[in-house]
């Protein structure tokens, strides 16, 4: 299975908002075109993932119930009018036709937009501010994209996930940087490992052009 596959039934068997879709499947694909860069096999990847439904799975159960409410309703709404939005797809109307930007991904240091060392430092910056649980000056990080896709949740609901207790940040792993372009678009993704007192937790992060905060997820 490629890898545009895989993300696409992943989508498919999502239960939330369309712009919570597009933030989680950027995120996805950013992961595995990380540990692609490794130099790790594509099948290899993809089995530590799971099945699209299993992961999809995972997903749905860390939404709130009234996100995947909305995501029903609109799921029949859809259905009524016979079109599906294909994720990160873009639909031609005049055409009539739906193409696929695939976003393509280069190596930070090869970048023209973006310094490695501010993203480094950016990045360090939003994880302490979250690790601190100063959720508000936080938010003043993110772009109006993030701000949308967390409409109704916070900060502090997505910690939860994880769990109530984290304890106190122990340290922080090997960071990992790369350039993605989408669309004429470029963002910085980056992806860290951290240890606290009680759990161990991912942290994958996008930033735009601004050096706003656009993408943030944790696992």
Do not use: H
């Amino acid at each position: 299975m490629t890898k545009q596959r895989y993300i696409k039934r992943v989508g498919r068997a999502l239960e939330c908002a369309p712009a919570k879709k597009r933030e989680i499947l950027r995120q996805l694909d950013s992961d595995i075109g990380i540990a692609l860069g490794e130099g790790r096999e594509l099948r290899q990847i993809l089995e530590e993932m799971g099945t699209p439904r299993a992961l999809a799975g995972e997903f749905n159960e860390s939404l709130d119930r009234e996100e995947r409410g909305r995501a029903r309703r609109r799921k029949w709404g859809l259905r009524i009018v016979c079109i599906l939005g294909a994720l990160l797809a873009v639909l031609a109307v005049a055409a009539g036709t739906v193409y696929w930007m695939l976003p393509k991904e280069r190596n930070i240091e090869d970048s023209k937009v973006f310094d490695a060392a501010q993203v480094q430092s950016r990045a360090e910056e939003v994880i302490a501010l979250f690790s601190a649980e100063e959720y508000e000056t936080l938010e003043g990080y993110a772009s109006e994209e993030l701000r949308e896709a967390l409409a109704g949740t916070s900060f502090s609901v997505i910690r939860g996930y994880i769990g109530e207790d984290w304890g106190e940040l122990q340290s922080m792993g090997r960071i990992y940087m790369v350039e993605i372009r989408e669309r004429n678009k470029a963002y910085a993704a980056v992806q860290v490992n951290v240890s606290y007192e009680n759990v161990n937790v991912t942290f994958t992060l996008s930033f735009n052009r601004q050096m706003e905060l656009y993408g943030f997820y944790v696992r």
